[in-house]
């Protein structure tokens, strides 16, 4: 079963960036998809809201909402999936949660804590 570990988030200004990284504890080169979800406060986690994926092949998809303002990336040989955030926003604040589905089923990280305020 795989671990998943994010890391990388923090308090930023409005306008500003983070680079949050998710290592998982087995190769991702033959995973379906990696991408990053977050959960609002209140939020259930059957509630969480889809951020960015990014297909084994390479192919990236994002959430409207953040569209313009992420980049998705994987290292393979890092088992590492990256999600640049700029032009941050107090909306934005969330628990940012990696997600890895394959052979059929989901597993989750933790969650890193991204905080936007002045």
């Known amino acids: 079963q795989v671990q998943l570990v994010e890391s990388g988030g923090g308090s930023v200004q409005p306008g500003g960036s983070l680079r949050l990284s998710c290592a998982a504890s087995r190769s991702i080169e033959s995973v379906s998809a990696m991408g990053w979800y977050r959960q609002y406060p209140g939020m259930q986690p059957e509630q969480r809201e889809f951020?960015?994926?990014?297909?084994?092949?390479?192919?990236?998809a994002y959430s409207n909402r953040v569209e313009g303002r992420c980049t998705i990336a994987r290292d393979n040989a890092k088992n590492t999936v990256y999600l640049q955030l700029d032009s941050l926003e107090p909306e934005d604040t969330a628990v940012y949660y990696c997600?890895?589905?394959?052979?059929?089923?989901?597993?989750w990280g933790q969650g890193t804590q991204v905080t936007v305020s002045s």
């Open positions: 951020v960015a994926q990014i297909t084994g092949g390479g192919p990236s």
């Open positions: 997600r890895e589905r394959f052979s059929g089923e989901i597993y």
